[in-house]
Nanobody
């Protein structure tokens, strides 16, 4: 499974970005996917996740109400819509995936994308 994250960039505080995670796999609908971020000097943190069925989602408190995770199985893509961005959201954002798992609130994912930089200016 190869994951390609994209959509990062430079945005002013209060702005929006949409990240995409495209998976090169036939059975994309069988993958649970999480979005993580890591800022310099900080640990990688799970921000949002969606189960393989799409029936379960998770949001960290730090992004709840501002970020939305969704999936389009026809496009092998999971999105992270990020609104009301803050300077503290500046980090490298990663998507990760695992097969057929309802345990999405974890750092234990099997496949990782390369990361995309998000920079929010004040």
């Amino acid at each position: 499974v190869q994951l390609q994250a994209s959509g990062g960039g430079l945005v002013q505080a209060g702005g929006s970005l949409r990240l995409s995670c495209v998976a090169s796999v036939r059975s994309f609908s069988s993958l649970s996917v999480g979005w993580f971020r890591q800022a310099p000097g900080k640990e990688r943190e799970l921000l949002a996740a969606i189960s393989w069925s799409g029936g379960t989602t998770y949001y960290a408190d730090s992004v709840k109400g501002r970020f939305t995770i969704s999936r389009d199985n026809a496009k092998n893509t999971v999105y992270l819509q990020m609104n009301s961005l803050l300077p503290d959201d500046t980090a490298v954002y990663y998507c990760a995936a695992k097969w057929f798992s309802a345990e999405i609130v974890t750092t234990q994912y099997d496949y990782w994308g390369q990361g995309t930089q998000v920079t929010v200016s004040s």
